[in-house]
């Protein structure tokens, strides 16, 4: 046990070591990687990843999975701009509405999981598919453009020279290290992710964790959604296309334990600005696309394997 202890701790430290070796080999292969405009940006462009892996981390933290991260971030880059241009909706009030119809698809995937018994990964698929549609419906396939000046501040302003989606980024990090660490409700997404019956035998609600759990996760998608329309000045309805892929390879490549029960908001960080770093290195070296999926897929593949056995050896 001690071992594996150690074995994760080693880990934790170990991302943050490839993340300056990343930055140290691309520097190497192009300069401008370590220009602060090029750092600047490649975090201002992870900052979505970010955003959006908080509550990919309770979730995985639980055992579970969400597919519906990418369809969520493209919903709400719909019905938000639909809010705001087409039923000439106020900004606030067009904002606070579509993160409360975001956490909504999270707790209808929590009713699925939890009350139906339908397995995460079917459950998301599930939803994942269903408000995609949706998604297409409002808008027919075309995108959504008008928005006041005023609502481009959230994805493009700067606080000095730091981009307001980064500001956004750190204050989820931080919301999400304080559930994480000084909150009850922290210590039940360990406990039910580590061994659910036992978590029940302790008497804590499984039902209403999980609920509150996918809940978070699409309003962190959905706070995500909103950054990048902001960003775009643009509604459209593959804005969140994949995503959910990438911010699921942030959380696991991160050190958070696919099986559930172990991980750290730290580690989540790491994770997310490695991605950055391989996505926008990759793309000063010219590597085309396809390569990239390549890359991005061992990586996910890496990252889970270490994670599987470690856990083999705990059994053991």
Do not use: H
């Amino acid at each position: 046990m001690k071992e594996n202890k150690l074995a994760y701790q080693l880990k934790d430290k170990a991302i943050w070591v490839v993340f300056l070796v990343l930055v140290i080999a691309f520097t190497i292969a192009n300069p401008r990687f370590i220009n602060p405009t090029n750092l600047f940006t490649m975090i201002r462009q992870v900052s979505f990843y970010g955003i959006a892996s908080i509550g990919m981390t309770f979730v995985i933290l639980l055992g579970d999975i969400d597919l519906s991260t990418g369809t969520i971030i493209s919903f709400v880059n719909i019905i938000c701009a639909y809010f705001m241009v087409n039923m000439g909706m106020p900004m606030v009030v067009a904002i606070i509405l579509t993160l409360a119809i975001a956490t909504l698809i999270g707790v209808l995937n929590g009713f699925m999981v939890s009350t139906i018994g339908i397995p995460a990964l079917i459950a998301t698929f599930a939803t994942q598919t269903s408000f995609l549609g949706l998604t297409y419906i409002i808008c027919g396939g075309l995108p959504i453009n008008g928005f006041t000046e005023s609502f481009k501040v959230i994805g493009q302003a700067y606080v000095w020279i730091i981009p307001v989606p980064v500001i956004i980024m750190a204050i989820c990090f931080a919301v999400g290290s304080f559930i994480l660490n000084k909150t009850y409700f922290g210590r039940y997404f360990y406990a039910v992710g580590g061994n659910v019956e036992a978590a029940k035998l302790s008497g804590i609600r499984v039902n209403r964790i999980k609920y509150l759990v996918f809940a978070l996760s699409g309003f962190f998608a959905g706070l995500a959604g909103l950054v990048i329309l902001s960003r775009t000045n643009s509604g459209m309805a593959n804005a969140g296309d994949g995503y959910e892929f990438d911010v699921i390879t942030c959380v696991v490549l991160g050190g958070v334990s696919v099986t559930g029960g172990y991980g750290k908001m730290s580690g989540v960080v790491a994770g997310t600005f490695i991605i950055g770093a391989l996505k926008n290195g990759m793309v000063l070296m010219n590597i085309n696309s396809y390569v990239q999926n390549i890359v991005m897929g061992v990586v996910l593949a890496l990252a889970v394997g270490f994670d599987c056995i470690q856990k083999r050896k705990q059994s053991n």
